[in-house]
T-cell receptor
Framework: NAGVTQTPKFQVLKTGQSMTLQCAQDMNHEYMSWYRQDPGMGLRLIHYSVGAGITDQGEVPNGYNVSRSTTEDFPLRLLSAAPSQTSVYFC???????????????FGPGTRLTVT | EDQVTQSPEALRLQEGESSSLNCSYTVSGLRGLFWYRQDPGKGPEFLFTLYSAGEEKEKERLKATLTKKESFLHITAPKPEDSATYLCAVQAGVRSGSRLTFGEGTQLTVNP
C-alpha cells in the first residue's frame, strides 16, 4: 500500500493564482481531512469528508474548496491564493465507527506552499 | 470550544533519562485522544488512541495514559532516535464529524 500520497511536494504561487493540491489514499478509508500547519498554531482543520459526496468545513475553511467524488481522492482547491495561505498542508485519512468516532489517522508527507 | 494544551513546549533529555509529556484538554464529550510523532519535514505518524479515562497503551519505550482532564506520554529510557515533536489531538462532541483539535506539540530532544 502507498498509504496517503500528496502532490506536489513544493509549490510557489503568486497572489491571486489558483491551484489544486492533490491527495489520494489506497486504504479504502471513508474519512479524509485537510490540515494546515503553521509555526505556533499547530495543525488546524480546513475541510473534511466522511465519505464520497459528503464534505464539511473545519476550523479555517475560507479561501479553500474541496470535493469528494471518489473514496480515494480528496483534492483541495485554493481559489485565489493569498500570502496568508503560505503554510504546510497535510492530508489525512482514517476508518471510523458509524457514529463518527475516528480510529488512527494516517497522514501524507505534506505540501509546502509559498504564496508571494 | 475545544482546547488542547501541551506542556512543556520543549524538553531536552539525556539518553536514558525518563520523563513525561503532558496534554491537558477542555472539551465537551471526549470521543478519543490521539498521540502522534512528527519528524522534521514529515507528516505526523500515529502512536496511540485512548478512548476512556483509565485507559493505558504502550509501545516500546512509550506509554500513554488518560484521565478525565489530561493525558500523559511517558518516555522510559529514551534514545536519540526518540527525538521528535509529539502532538496530542482530541476528537470531541456528538457533532464533531471527523474533526480533530490539535495541541501545538512538545519538541523532544534526546542527547546521547
Amino acid at each position: 500500500n502507498a498509504g496517503v500520497t500528496q502532490t506536489p511536494k513544493f509549490q510557489v504561487l503568486k497572489t491571486g493564482q489558483s491551484m489544486t493540491l492533490q491527495c489520494a489514499q489506497d486504504m479504502n478509508h471513508e474519512y479524509m481531512s485537510w490540515y494546515r500547519q503553521d509555526p505556533g498554531m499547530g495543525l488546524r482543520l480546513i475541510h473534511y469528508s466522511v465519505g464520497a459526496g459528503i464534505t464539511d468545513q473545519g476550523e479555517v475553511p475560507n479561501g479553500y474548496n474541496v470535493s469528494r467524488s471518489t473514496t480515494e481522492d480528496f483534492p483541495l482547491r485554493l481559489l485565489s491564493a493569498a500570502p496568508s495561505q503560505t503554510s504546510v498542508y497535510f492530508c489525512a485519512s482514517s476508518f471510523g465507527t458509524s457514529g463518527g468516532t475516528l480510529y488512527e489517522q494516517y497522514f501524507g508527507p505534506g505540501t509546502r506552499l509559498t504564496v508571494t | 470550544e475545544d482546547q488542547v494544551t501541551q506542556s512543556p513546549e520543549a524538553l531536552r533529555l539525556q539518553e536514558g533519562e525518563s520523563s513525561s509529556l503532558n496534554c491537558s484538554y477542555t472539551v465537551s464529550g471526549l470521543r478519543g485522544l490521539f498521540w502522534y510523532r512528527q519528524d522534521p519535514g514529515k507528516g505526523p505518524e500515529f502512536l496511540f488512541t485512548l478512548y476512556s479515562a483509565g485507559e493505558e497503551k504502550e509501545k516500546e519505550r512509550l506509554k500513554a495514559t488518560l484521565t478525565k482532564k489530561e493525558s500523559f506520554l511517558h518516555i522510559t529510557a529514551p534514545k536519540p532516535e526518540d527525538s521528535a515533536t509529539y502532538l496530542c489531538a482530541v476528537q470531541a462532541g456528538v457533532r464533531s464529524g471527523s474533526r480533530l483539535t490539535f495541541g501545538e506539540g512538545t519538541q523532544l530532544t534526546v542527547n546521547p
